[in-house]
């Protein structure tokens, strides 16, 4: 079902998880999740809607603790440490782990307050324009967006807006980046250049990338978790996982015929 | 795909034109018929508005002069104004505004904010519906029990601070739902921005959901004021004076108010006190005029900045 995915890449493991359960209510969302995530890789989710990948990618932050019907069943660990622990801070967590989202949603402020947001309230101490400087450059975002740091960040192109999310979120050091859907919403052009940056990335990130898009899964990622998706009793869809395999593997010798189907394209 | 469905859908076996009767003559007759309809239907509104506005200014215009807003009430008519009801209406919109809007705005946070989907979130929820809705003489008598009577050694009876009070109990839940409205309409992905990257549930709060929701809890509490500011009927409950020959000196100063003034002189006998009622009704009507043009001027910033 899943291979042993550190060895296969040659790197150590970021996450890892076992027997994963998640439920909205009582309703079962995905079910049997076994994953581990790589350290400084890019590992792609892809599968039809409804499958999950979403909702799993929201648990490595603990973004889902904030819908209250949502629980989580099994261990995540990040670096050996249960991250749904008690003695872990789902704040603290969040600032280690970044976030990147479907939508563009840069606050309604100035690009520069925009990326210095997230390490002000985090306390940061330091020359606070270096930061800005630093992860705009990061973000490939410099250049275009120098001139004019004190414009609303809603006012530039969504591809721009979609790199300054991106610069807001590494300004703060993360360790990992989840990216759900992060070019669902941006013409090719723009989508090229966030994959470029993700190349970039991954230098000193782990990450997580949830797509509709299989060509953009093979393109960029190292590893592949392929979810699906079954129809309940009650009329509604609940995930699994599928198969996870070196994205070579699943897009070319794929050992489920679910998996094998759906790259090609035959459903989905 | 089943042939024997009877609306199966077979192409080549087309509907004939001349199955549609499209009565087009007839569809444009009701057209115009209810176009007429709601047309006399706003007519009749503004009428009946313009009639009011015009008897009162016709009967009120004449008596308003600067005498009239600094003279204390007299048995003279033509010697009575408004000096201390004005005053008194001033002073329960600022003590009203002092404590409602940030009980209520308070309030609205932690429901819509902080309290999501809990049972006791449901339970105040549905509360303040009700409360909404309950006549405003209610809260005159609860005014009366609990501002004037139970807490008279810190209200002083009778006072303005009673009556600012029971009015802002009054508009508490205006207040409250218009701040929950106004939250609501700020976009879920802000929040999620800033908690992405570990901000406290306050942090997000203050930071960006409330910078955005501010213009519109501001005409939330103004519209909500400006209906404190025309009630009566509380005000007369828990003891307004008509006749104060003095301005408020402190909260627990004895006072009047516009309404109380135009309800006194509406029941004098002598055609002299009306024109005195209809001046007093010009300017709680301008008084009322002008704090919805400062909401409207809020909102319209709110919706430019969005």
Known sequence: ?????????????????????????????????????????????????????????????????????????GKITYRGVDIYDKSVDATELRRRIGMVFQKPNPFPKSIYENVAYGARINGYKGDMDVLVERALRGSALWDEVKDKLKDSGLSISGGQQQRLCIARAIAIEPEVLLMDEPCS???????????????????????????????????????????????TDKGGKMGYLVEYAPTQTIFNNPSQVATQDYVSGRFG | MTATGPKAFIPDEGIAPDEFEPNL??????????????????????????????????DGLPRLGSSFLTSFPSRNAGRAGIASALAGTVWLLLITAAFAFPIGVGTGIYLQEFATDSWFAKMVEVNISNLAA?????????????????LEPITGGRSVLAGGLTLALLILPVIIVATRETLKAIPDSLR??????????????????????????????????????????????????????????????SFSALPIQIFNWTSRPQEAFHANAAAASIVLLVVLVSMNAV???LRNRFQQNR
């Not at chain 1, 291979?3 to 994963?20: I, L, M, Y």
């Open chain 2, 295 to 297: 909401a409207i001027y």
């Open chain 2, 134 to 150: 309950v006549p405003s003489i209610i809260y005159g008598l609860l005014g009366l029990m609990v501002f004037v009577r139970i």
């Open chain 2, 25 to 58: 003559v007839g569809r444009y007759k009701l057209d115009k018929v209810f176009a007429y309809a709601s047309w006399a239907a706003t007519i009749i509104g503004l009428v009946v508005l313009a009639f009011l506005l015009i008897s009162t200014f016709a």
């Open chain 1, 1 to 73: 079902m899943h291979s042993n995915s550190a060895a296969a890449v040659g790197t150590s493991n970021a996450f890892h998880v076992e027997k994963g359960n998640y439920y909205y209510g009582s309703v079962l969302a995905v079910r049997d999740v076994f994953l581990e995530i790589p350290e400084k890789k890019i590992t792609a989710f892809i599968g039809p809607s409804g499958c999950g990948k979403s909702t799993v990618l929201r648990c490595f932050n603990r973004l889902n603790d904030l819908i209250p019907s949502a629980r989580v069943e």
């Open chain 2, 192 to 253: 999620i921005a800033g908690m992405a990257l570990g901000s406290t549930r306050w942090q997000v709060v203050r930071d960006h959901v409330l910078p955005l929701a501010l213009p519109g809890i501001l005409t939330g509490t103004i519209l909500g004021l400006s209906r404190a500011i025309g009630e009566t009927a509380p005000l007369i409950v828990i003891g307004a004076q008509t006749f104060v020959p003095f301005l408020p000196t402190g909260l627990r100063s």
């Open chain 1, 185 to 231: 919403a941006l013409d090719p052009i723009s989508t090229l250049r966030v994959e470029e940056l993700m190349q970039e990335l991954k230098k000193h990130y782990t990450i997580i990338i949830v797509t509709h898009n299989m060509q953009q899964a093979s393109r960029v990622s190292d590893m592949t978790a392929f979810y699906n998706a079954q129809a």
